[in-house]
């Protein structure tokens, strides 16, 4: 991807944890605000909805630390 001076941009991979309450409003305006900048972000979900915690228990913890260490955010 390049930006609009037409240089390179990396790709910046983003652990996104998505949640209940008011995750999905925020995730949208996260993802509107991504769009608008000069730079590629590559999104990696995690369903960390309750329902999904209960059910996984530590499965999904583990899952998103992993996300998170690979990714740095």
């Known amino acids: 991807m390049y ?11 983003i652990t996104e944890l998505l949640g209940d309450g ?5 995730a949208e305006s996260i993802h509107a605000i991504a769009d608008s900048l000069p730079a590629d972000f ?4 995690i369903d960390w909805s309750l329902e999904n915690r209960e059910a996984k228990g530590d499965e999904v ?3 998103a630390e992993a996300s ?6």
């Open 61 to 63: 913890i583990d899952e």
């Open 22 to 26: 008011i995750g999905p409003e925020l």
């Open 3 to 13: 930006a609009r001076s037409g240089a390179e941009v990396k790709t910046i991979a």
């Open 68 to 73: 998170m260490r690979t990714t740095k955010l």
């Open 42 to 45: 590559k999104f990696i979900p």
